[in-house]
Structure formats: structure tokens, C-alpha cells
């Protein structure tokens, strides 16, 4: 279990590096400490873009499904469901 949860946070670190979300930076190392300081910085902005951007093409998504399930009101002949003329 520690390790799926391990895991699916590095990889979410990975894609949040990879997406521009986060980067991290090291400033010059001071030449009498063997101290290293990393500094983390996150992109709010970059985030909600990205989201938007993911909700719009959900959007897009769902049309086109909803596009291709809409029964069709097509009454050539061969509907199956039109009533049969004697």
C-alpha cells in the first residue's frame, strides 16, 4: 500500500514537472556548507489553464458522443420501427 502510494506520487510529481505545473531551482551553493537549498515553484496560472483546457475538450467529447447516440428520425423505407403500409 506504501508503495502504490509511493509510486502514483511520484508520478504525479513527474507529470506536474513535465506540464509546467511545478519546477524546482537551486541557488549557488555557499562555498563553506555542504548544505544544498532547492526551491520548489508552482504555477497557479498554468494549472487553471490547463484545466480549462481539459473541461473544453470534455465538452467537445461529450457533443460528439451525444452526436453519434441521437436516434436519427429518418423515415426512408428501411426504419425498421416505421409502421408497414398494405
Known sequence: MKRTLLVLVVVGLVAAFVRGWIAFSTPAREPESNKVNVKLT???DKVKEDAERVKEKAEEAREEIREITRPQDRHDGND???????
Open 80 to 86: 425498421k420501427t416505421a409502421p408497414e403500409s398494405e
Open 42 to 44: 508552482v504555477d497557479p
